[in-house]
């Protein structure tokens, strides 16, 4: 039987700006189970962000349930929280979001400094995934002397390098050219394949959306169909 790393249950979401409420989630549920690749869409102001914002551990729910990897969210205080998001979450961001001064080695190792996590050694763990992603001859290169696609390896190892329950690429092929961008795409689902990764992918892309094995369509809050 399938395992749930997602279980999100009539999730709301309102912010406030001034006297205006903003409704960004309206009861939105979702279960997505170990291993799978899902393709998260919707237009904008749809509650993409939102809801990525909650299932990674970066925002809480105004009310609802959310259950990652077994451990109830909601109920988490601040620092439980930090942890549970450098513990079981990897992010993916279109910037890419690397330290320009640091080396692509060094910035895969970053999320290995905050917590001890059985990993011998970190250089050893960041040099595997930087080799498993193609840039075994680039460790020591700074973001600058990169390509896009380069940086974008870089970010997807440093993403896997704790072994997350789930990892959240937002739009990760947007800043690319199509080529560099069918690359990331392919390495995404090889890693889906080799190592079982969980994958929930924001994306406008169709062609990035077709190669999930599910897409999830968001529009006012809603899951509006799957």
Do not use: W
Request: aromatic fraction near 4%; glycine fraction near 8%.
């Amino acid at each position: 039987m399938a395992k749930n790393v997602v279980k999100a249950l009539d999730l709301v979401k309102t912010y406030r700006m001034g006297e205006v409420e903003v409704h960004a989630l309206r009861g939105l549920s979702l279960s997505i189970n170990k291993g799978e690749i899902v393709a998260v869409m919707g237009p904008s102001g749809s509650g993409k962000s939102t809801l990525m914002n909650i299932l990674g551990c970066l925002d809480r729910p105004s009310s609802g349930s959310y259950v990652l990897n077994g451990e109830k969210v909601e109920e988490l205080k601040d620092d439980q929280l930090a942890k549970i998001r450098n513990r079981q979450v990897g992010f993916v961001f279109q910037s890419y979001n690397l330290l320009s001064r640091s080396t692509a080695l060094e910035n895969v190792m970053l999320p290995l400094r905050y917590q001890r996590n059985g990993h011998e050694s970190p250089k050893a763990r960041a040099e595997e995934l930087l080799a498993r992603v193609g840039l075994q001859d680039r460790m020591l290169h700074r973001p600058y002397e990169l390509s896009g696609g380069e940086q974008q390896r870089v970010a997807i190892a440093r993403a896997l390098v704790n072994d997350p329950a789930i990892v959240l690429a937002d739009e990760p092929t947007g800043n690319l050219d199509s080529r560099s961008g069918a690359e990331i795409m392919d390495l995404l689902v090889s890693l889906n394949e080799e190592k079982g990764a969980t994958l929930i992918i924001v994306t406008h892309d169709e062609h990035v959306a077709n190669l999930a094995r599910r897409a999830v369509h968001i529009l006012d809050g809603r899951v509006e169909n799957e």
